[in-house]
């Protein structure tokens, strides 16, 4: 018996029923939105239909290799992702991505696992993998925002930075600014939700929690320790892909890389 | 193509748009890699590490000079932010007040020195990248079309301010040009042809 109520899948197709409504007001405005929003609605249903294949295998095994396999499947999409949403990328930036954003959050994960929650054995993924996707999710937004600001105020604009250089500026006094600008817009969702969580926001997770049936004082403690979490995979994951993003643009006798040695992407 | 520049040279590189005069000024400045070839400084392959002392020695002024958020004067002290210049007071010069002087002698008055950066045309803009340029001492000047924007009683004093800096040091010039009238007026030297099979 379970401390909570079953959600079966025919009782689904009431909310997705809630849907609809939007879908008539999109046809009735013509907005152009129905079709991205039924092609959305479908992959969600499919890929979490997977994700509980998926999970239900690996909680059932709680092998270690196959728990830090679907960490790096889950770390690899994440850093992926988080580049091709930026409106101008280069090639190598995916692999930087998917790096920094591995290391982070497998090392913050890594942090709560052995130093606060302790579980037997360390890798239980009942642990492991919720916190590492909350941590991904919320650092392939920060990369996204943040990498996107820089390479958009650095490379579309290059006379202002070739002027920058010109003047006998360093690579490094050249960019300063903008990487100040994109670890501050990459931690703006982050920084944002911290201010009004409780307030204006019942965060995700502890509302799961609570719908789960744990007491809201030890949701409200798990929430405030994933919500640090984040707060510093955020920044460092931010931080790492923009340092890593300036050093392949600019080299190091100072000189902006053209599009054409960079292999330029535009959205 | 090989081409050398000694002191007190005043070269001149015309060609067509579009046949690389700005690259090759680019390319001489470092903020572009020859393709082959290389560039040479007193006889020394130019730093790599040291690129920001190379540029401040051998400067290269934009055909659109950059210019940031704030008045003329700001955008004139603007390099003194850099390392590179460290310590220099550029406006306000030690030898009195030569942002001034130099601005008067091209037919600036002493207020566009406060005046917004946003609002100058193209050819003031043009204006505040040669006296920034010069205000900051370099051996070369590298000049890409700098009177492109200006008229024609402006262009002539530009011109004077710019070969009379020529002439008070041990200086080389190298200006863009495809007004054959002003190749006359400024070349003393190399003149380097570009188009073709360049």
């Known amino acids: 018996m379970n401390a909570y109520i079953d959600v079966t899948w025919p009782s689904l197709l009431i909310a997705a029923s809630l849907l609809i409504a939007n879908l008539v007001l999109s046809a009735v405005l013509r907005l152009g939105m129905g079709r991205r929003l039924l092609v959305a609605g479908a992959r969600m249903v499919v890929q979490l239909f997977l994700l509980g294949l998926v999970l239900e295998w690996v909680f059932e095994s709680a092998n270690g290799p196959a728990v830090l396999a679907l960490g790096l499947l889950m770390g690899g999409v994440a850093g992926v992702t988080a580049v091709r949403r930026t409106s101008i990328r280069f090639p190598a930036a995916y692999l930087d991505s998917v790096v920094v954003i591995v290391t982070t959050a497998f090392l913050v994960t890594g942090v709560s696992v052995l130093g606060i929650l302790r579980p037997t054995p360390l890798w239980d993924p009942q642990y492991v993998i919720p916190l590492l996707g909350m941590l991904l999710g919320n650092a392939l937004t920060g990369i996204s925002l943040g990498l996107d600001r820089f390479l958009t105020g650095v490379l579309r604009d290059r006379t202002r930075v070739e002027g920058f250089l010109a003047l006998g500026a360093t690579r490094w006094e050249t960019a300063q600014e903008e990487v100040r600008e994109a670890l501050r817009v990459g931690l703006i969702p982050t920084v944002n939700s911290m201010l009004v969580m409780g307030i204006v926001s019942l965060p995700g997770m502890m509302t799961g929690q609570i719908l789960a049936g744990a007491a809201p004082a030890d949701a409200v403690r798990y929430q405030i320790m994933i919500v640090f979490m984040i707060a510093a995979t955020v920044s460092t994951a931010t931080f790492g892909v923009t340092m890593l993003a300036y050093a392949r643009i600019f080299t190091s006798d100072h000189r902006l890389r053209s599009a054409g040695e960079l292999g330029i992407e535009l959205d | ?198």
């Open chain 2, 1 to 198: 193509m090989n081409q050398s520049l000694a002191a007190g040279d005043r070269a001149v590189l015309t060609g067509h748009s579009a046949t690389g005069k700005s690259l090759l000024l680019r390319t001489l400045c470092g903020l572009d890699r020859p393709d082959e070839g290389h560039v040479l400084f007193r006889g020394e392959p130019t730093p790599g590490h040291d690129a920001p002392g190379f540029r401040a020695r051998v400067m290269y002024v934009q055909q659109q000079p950059l210019l940031i958020p704030g008045t003329v004067r700001d955008n004139l002290d603007l390099p003194a932010r850099f390392n590179v210049h460290a310590g220099r007071e550029i406006s306000e010069a030690e030898n009195g007040d030569r942002a001034g002087d130099l601005l008067a002698q091209i037919g600036k008055s002493a207020d566009f020195l406060e005046q917004r950066a946003s609002v100058l045309s193209g050819g003031e803009g043009q204006v505040v990248g040669i006296v920034r340029a010069l205000l900051l001492d370099p051996h070369v000047l590298l000049l890409d079309e700098p009177t492109a924007h200006l008229d024609p009683a402006t262009t002539q004093r530009v011109e004077e301010v710019v070969l009379e800096w020529v002439e008070a040091g041990d200086r080389a010039l190298l200006w863009t040009s495809h007004d054959p009238a002003q190749v006359d007026r400024v070349r003393r030297g190399p003149r380097i042809e570009l188009g073709g099979a360049a």
